[in-house]
């Protein structure tokens, strides 16, 4: 079993939807859980981060964090073709160095 | 925002050939920088970690012979793959860290590295 789960997809979804990405994970010693966007061929960036379990927005991006479930969800609201991306989750912990573990990406399709 | 430079962005090379591969933290001094590789449609596999000035701490299954990596200055770090096999071919990925984590960790472009 993977330490983190993400479904690849890929996710198409009409231009102004609300879009869901979510990740599982197995380790519960994770306390830092972060979202990153990768465009093609190019190095992730980072959307947000969450510190232990609770919901974080940012403009059109909430993340949120169910520590009980190990369970990690991206929203976007309002969703662009400029949003089409591969979204990726990674966790970390502090014992571990705070070396990111990240979920294999989640392909999104913005249409216009 | 700060950036990461990473050289070359693609390189194709002859089996039993090395390469080397440069990450620069470009407007800040990186404390420590990783390298990951990451095949098509899988997660990001974090490779090494390198601390300026010390040697790099392989993740589990790493060769640290083929896979050899140098953070000689807080603005730079090099990966080089020694007699590169076809099974190498991959693309590799860098980030760098600054004060003030994980804001302030950020990722190269990448290289996609081609082994015939």
């Known amino acids: 079993q993977k330490e983190v789960e993400q479904d690849p997809g890929p996710l198409s979804v009409p231009e102004g939807a609300i879009v869901s990405l979510n990740c599982t994970y197995s380790n519960s010693a994770f306390q830092y859980f972060m979202w990153y966007r990768q465009y093609s061929r190019k190095g992730p960036e980072l959307l947000m981060y969450?510190?232990?379990?609770g919901n974080k927005e940012d403009g059109r991006f909430t993340a949120q964090v169910d520590k009980s479930s190990k369970y990690i969800s991206l929203f976007i609201r309002d969703s662009q073709p400029s949003d089409s991306a591969t979204y990726l989750c990674a966790m970390s912990a502090t014992e571990y160095g705070n070396k990111l573990v990240f979920g294999a990406g989640t392909i999104l399709r913005v249409k216009s | 925002g700060a950036v990461v430079s990473q050289h070359p962005s693609r390189v194709i090379c002859k089996s039993g050939t090395s390469v080397k591969i440069e990450c620069r933290s470009l407007?800040?001094?990186?404390?420590?920088m990783f390298w990951y590789r990451q095949f098509p449609k899988q997660s990001l596999m974090l490779m090494a970690t390198s601390n300026e000035g010390s040697k790099a701490t392989y993740e589990q299954g790493v060769e640290k012979d083929k896979f050899l990596i140098n953070h000689a200055s807080l603005t730079l770090s090099t990966l080089t793959v020694t007699s590169a096999h076809p099974e190498d071919s991959s693309f590799y990925i860098c980030?760098?860290?600054?004060?003030?984590?994980?804001?302030?960790?950020?990722f190269g472009s990448g290289t996609q590295l081609s082994v015939l």
């Open positions: 407007d800040f001094q990186a404390t420590t």
């Open positions: 969450t510190y232990s379990s």
């Open positions: 980030s760098a860290g600054g004060q003030g984590w994980p804001e302030k960790l950020f």
